[in-house]
């Protein structure tokens, strides 16, 4: 190599260094008076015309006096060639050395974010007036206009629950930022503007190199990859990327909407790195290089789904001076409502919340704050999990219609379904809500077993439609609810706090001998037993152990079935089991299911045996229009698969056993928590006062205390004095923690007393 510089630059080395290197190969060359850089690429006709291209670039930069390399001509007056280096053919170039210490090297300070923000804007106006045909043509997969070109390499990240977040932010590149790209004005830009490229001296930007990346592309996305590299690595993130970002716009005004697509393009930079980290360690598996900011930046793209993407978008806009956009008027918002719709659909929280988005665990307001969502159930593997948003749209434009037509989805899903389930439970009824499914099935009960009577549970609730009521105590039984019907048979919820049997060795078996009392005085019989494993409007209220293993064997000896509702408690919630009986060792004859199977689309389904489907077929015609529909089966497939694929189940298992212990040290700590209960991620905190009586005063106030902390929780049980916590699968113990802390400094707070 030292002969070929010799004799190709008239270049005397004192020392020829390798460098670190990612697709080319980088020397340090030290000669008596100065230091070059030495690069060497495959000889390859595309990368000789970009090489060019990049010269020109840099010549054209040092016209204007920027500080950036200067190209070092080969003796023969090119700047690029083809030259033999040990026995192979290399491409070739000479670059000048610019002196300083890296941004990487140094502790830096809010003076050089401002200085950088300045110098890079200057480097951006002196490209001004360049042309290369060859970069305009360059298809770049680093270029974030092209976040596209990386999705084949989602698959090689390894961990299902980061490639899903990966997925997420793809999506929303192509709802909210590829549509905008044609407005949005271009340039010739450096694309990546690291702390390994970027040349610093105390608070004062020096230099930049390696202009490998240069693209024609939208200037804002110069901005967003330099924003991306200065804070990745940062506790703060407006802290670092404000001062840069106004130095930056002092310089280059930039635009309301450029400005308003920063999160998105910030998160597209940080997709790139991580896939083109991963597909590099599948190729290159030695390469530490390849992948040095693969944790970093893993680490920012959770801090930016923390983040409200209103709340960076108004960060930035009021940093910069630019004009908002008018608030949004909550009392308007609520007004609007209130006048199209009935007083009876009612909100929660004494404070509504305007909601604009969602994110697994989180969700976003119209006002920039994000909250933990503690409390959503129906979004079971997290709000817009893109594996199931991709399922649906794929399949709403390919087919959407009844089950009166031949699809595949239809038997797919249904067996995928079944798999989860004993064998005997072989026949599917796809509807369209928890409700509808439960209506089903009492009209299933009846007609099989020709009896009208079913029994319930106390403070159960099982749906909206008429049948559903009429089968909910939480709903007949409410002052304002129509009452029990003759042909119900309420027994009482078997609840081991508080309950009728507080203490007793085997609570669950008396309870039981209760009900069957109740059974063997019921001259015509039963057409079904319906209960939830545990009580969610009871308060979340495990039915207690050996309960339905007594009951359900009498409930069949009195004709009839014995239905589980397992809308909520379903799919594994509850950590140690797929569906809720399984906790009990027992085999129900019908399961209902419903919205959480589709995320929080509208789905529901009885599931049951081929022996309750014939007696059912002999009646009157059963048909759902849109029940099992291609779109409701993809998107229930795709849950299924998530669940499978994220190892949800045992997420469940885990963080709600950590979730419980730490509300547990809590109730040591206040008396006002007189139970902690439930399973997995299914678990409700029973507040009572001095007097140990439901706390109803407290439940309100926690709630609406947690809501102002940005936690969303909710109340529910008789009194509604039970703090109930059922969040998306995908919950962590750090949100768990986040939770817990909230409630106890809530507690400190509340008063004492329930007056």
């Given at each position: 190599?030292?002969?070929?510089?010799?004799?190709?630059?008239?270049?005397?080395?004192?020392?020829?260094?390798?460098?670190?290197?990612?697709?080319?190969?980088?020397?340090?060359?030290?000669?008596?008076?100065?230091?070059?850089?030495?690069?060497?690429?495959?000889?390859?006709?595309?990368?000789?015309?970009?090489?060019?291209?990049?010269?020109?670039?840099?010549?054209?930069?040092?016209?204007?006096?920027?500080?950036?390399?200067?190209?070092?001509?080969?003796?023969?007056?090119?700047?690029?060639?083809?030259?033999?280096?040990?026995?192979?053919?290399?491409?070739?170039?000479?670059?000048?050395?610019?002196?300083?210490?890296?941004?990487?090297?140094?502790?830096?300070?809010?003076?050089?974010?401002?200085?950088?923000?300045?110098?890079?804007?200057?480097?951006?106006?002196?490209?001004?007036?360049?042309?290369?045909?060859?970069?305009?043509?360059?298809?770049?997969?680093?270029?974030?206009?092209?976040?596209?070109?990386?999705?084949?390499?989602?698959?090689?990240?390894?961990?299902?629950?980061?490639?899903s977040l990966v997925a997420y932010f793809f999506q929303k590149f192509d709802l909210l930022v590829a549509p905008s790209i044609p407005e949005l004005r271009k340039a010739y830009i450096h694309s990546d503007f690291n702390e390994w490229n970027v040349l610093v001296e105390g608070d004062q930007a020096l230099g930049l190199i390696d202009f490998g990346d240069m693209v024609y592309s939208p200037l804002i996305n110069e901005v967003a990859t330099a924003l991306c590299y200065l804070s990745y690595?940062?506790?703060?993130?407006?802290?670092?990327?404000?001062?840069?970002?106004?130095?930056?716009?002092?310089?280059?005004?930039?635009?309301?909407?450029?400005?308003?697509?920063?999160?998105?393009?910030?998160?597209?930079?940080?997709?790139?790195?991580?896939?083109?980290?991963?597909?590099?360690?599948?190729?290159?598996?030695?390469?530490?290089?390849?992948?040095?900011?693969?944790?970093?930046?893993?680490?920012?793209?959770?801090?930016?789904?923390?983040?409200?993407?209103?709340?960076?978008?108004?960060?930035?806009?009021?940093?910069?001076?630019?004009?908002?956009?008018?608030?949004?008027?909550?009392?308007?918002?609520?007004?609007?409502?209130?006048?199209?719709?009935?007083?009876?659909?009612?909100?929660?929280?004494?404070?509504?919340?305007?909601?604009?988005?969602?994110?697994?665990?989180?969700?976003?307001?119209?006002?920039?704050?994000?909250?933990?969502?503690?409390?959503?159930?129906?979004?079971?593997?997290?709000?817009?999990?893109?594996?199931?948003?991709?399922?649906?749209?794929?399949?709403?434009?390919?087919?959407?219609?009844?089950?009166?037509?031949?699809?595949?989805?239809?038997?797919?899903?249904?067996?995928?379904?079944?798999?989860?389930?004993?064998?005997?439970?072989?026949?599917?009824?796809?509807?369209?809500?928890?409700?509808?499914?439960?209506?089903?099935?009492?009209?299933?009960?009846?007609?099989?077993?020709?009896?009208?009577?079913?029994?319930?549970?106390?403070?159960?609730?099982?749906?909206?439609?008429?049948?559903?009521?009429?089968?909910?105590?939480?709903?007949?039984?409410?002052?304002?609810?129509?009452?029990?019907?003759?042909?119900?048979?309420?027994?009482?919820?078997?609840?081991?706090?508080?309950?009728?049997?507080?203490?007793?060795?085997?609570?669950?078996?008396?309870?039981?001998?209760?009900?069957?009392?109740?059974?063997?005085?019921?001259?015509?019989?039963?057409?079904?037993?319906?209960?939830?494993?545990?009580?969610?409007?009871?308060?979340?209220?495990?039915?207690?152990?050996?309960?339905?293993?007594?009951?359900?064997?009498?409930?069949?000896?009195?004709?009839?079935?014995?239905?589980?509702?397992?809308?909520?408690?379903?799919?594994?919630?509850?950590?140690?089991?797929?569906?809720?009986?399984?906790?009990?060792?027992?085999?129900?004859?019908?399961?209902?299911?419903?919205?959480?199977?589709?995320?929080?689309?509208?789905?529901?389904?009885?599931?049951?045996?081929?022996?309750?489907?014939?007696?059912?077929?002999?009646?009157?015609?059963?048909?759902?229009?849109?029940?099992?529909?291609?779109?409701?089966?993809?998107?229930?497939?795709?849950?299924?698969?998530?669940?499978?694929?994220?190892?949800?189940?045992?997420?469940?298992?885990?963080?709600?056993?950590?979730?419980?212990?730490?509300?547990?040290?809590?109730q040591k700590e206040d008396a006002r928590i007189g139970d902690v209960r439930g399973e997995g991620l299914f678990l409700g905190i029973e507040l009572i006062n001095e007097k140990e009586k439901p706390n109803t005063k407290l439940a309100q106030f926690l709630k609406n205390e947690l809501r102002k902390r940005h936690v969303l929780i909710s109340t529910d049980g008789p009194a509604d004095s039970v703090i109930k916590t059922k969040p998306p699968l995908i919950f962590n113990k750090k949100n768990?923690?986040?939770?817990?802390?909230?409630?106890?400094?809530?507690?400190?707070?509340?008063?004492?007393?329930?007056?």
């Open positions: 190599m030292r002969e070929a510089i010799i004799k190709s630059f008239g270049i005397l080395p004192l020392e020829i260094k390798k460098l670190n290197g990612y697709e080319n190969e980088n020397y340090l060359i030290k000669t008596e008076e100065n230091r070059y850089i030495f690069k060497t690429y495959p000889a390859t006709k595309n990368t000789i015309s970009l090489l060019n291209a990049e010269c020109g670039a840099l010549l054209h930069l040092q016209k204007k006096n920027s500080k950036t390399p200067t190209p070092i001509p080969f003796l023969s007056g090119e700047y690029v060639k083809t030259i033999d280096l040990e026995n192979e053919p290399k491409c070739c170039r000479m670059l000048s050395f610019l002196p300083g210490d890296f941004l990487g090297e140094i502790e830096p300070s809010k003076a050089l974010m401002h200085s950088l923000g300045a110098f890079l804007a200057g480097v951006n106006q002196k490209i001004d007036g360049f042309h290369s045909d060859a970069i305009r043509a360059r298809h770049y997969e680093w270029d974030l206009q092209n976040l596209q070109l990386n999705q084949k390499y989602i698959s090689a990240i390894p961990d299902p629950k980061q490639r690595d940062k506790d703060s993130f407006f802290d670092w990327t404000t001062p840069f970002l106004k130095a930056y716009h002092k310089v280059i005004p930039l635009k309301k909407k450029e400005v308003g697509l920063l999160y998105y393009l910030i998160a597209t930079k940080l997709c790139i790195s991580v896939c083109q980290s991963a597909n590099a360690r599948v190729l290159q598996p030695g390469n530490n290089y390849a992948s040095v900011s693969k944790d970093n930046a893993w680490k920012m793209l959770h801090k930016l789904l923390v983040l409200n993407p209103i709340s960076v978008e108004n960060h930035f806009i009021h940093a910069l001076g630019l004009s908002k956009e008018k608030t949004v008027d909550l009392e308007e918002k609520v007004k609007t409502r209130k006048r199209h719709f009935s007083r009876v659909l009612s909100m929660s929280y004494k404070q509504p919340i305007y909601m604009s988005g969602a994110a697994f665990q989180y969700m976003y307001d119209g006002y920039g704050n994000t909250f933990l969502d503690a409390y959503n159930n129906i979004p079971h593997v997290g709000h817009s999990h893109p594996k199931v948003v991709a399922a649906g749209q794929k399949q709403m434009a390919t087919l959407n219609t009844n089950t009166r037509y031949l699809y595949d989805l239809l038997a797919e899903y249904a067996d995928a379904l079944l798999q989860k389930l004993p064998k005997k439970l072989n026949k599917v009824f796809f509807v369209n809500s928890g409700s509808e499914a439960n209506d089903l099935a009492i009209r299933m009960a009846k007609k099989h077993s020709g009896i009208e009577n079913i029994m319930v549970l106390e403070h159960g609730y099982h749906g909206h439609t008429q049948t559903g009521i009429d089968i909910s105590d939480y709903k007949f039984n409410n002052p304002k609810g129509q009452g029990q019907k003759n042909h119900i048979i309420k027994a009482p919820i078997p609840k081991e706090f508080q309950g009728d049997h507080e203490g007793a060795e085997q609570p669950g078996l008396l309870y039981a001998k209760e009900a069957i009392h109740q059974l063997n005085n019921c001259p015509n019989g039963v057409a079904a037993f319906i209960a939830e494993p545990i009580v969610g409007c009871g308060g979340q209220v495990p039915l207690a152990p050996g309960y339905l293993k007594t009951l359900y064997p009498e409930v069949r000896k009195n004709g009839g079935l014995c239905i589980s509702d397992e809308v909520q408690t379903g799919f594994g919630r509850l950590g140690s089991v797929f569906w809720g009986y399984e906790r009990h060792g027992v085999e129900p004859d019908m399961v209902v299911i419903g919205k959480p199977m589709g995320n929080g689309h509208p789905i529901g389904a009885v599931i049951t045996t081929e022996e309750v489907a014939n007696s059912f077929a002999e009646g009157v015609e059963f048909f759902s229009s849109f029940g099992g529909n291609p779109v409701s089966c993809a998107i229930g497939k795709a849950v299924l698969e998530v669940i499978n694929e994220e190892n949800l189940q045992q997420n469940a298992l885990e963080v709600g056993a950590y979730y419980t212990s730490l509300l547990k040290i809590l768990a923690e986040r939770v817990v802390s909230e409630i106890s400094r809530a507690l400190k707070i509340a008063p004492l007393k329930d007056e």
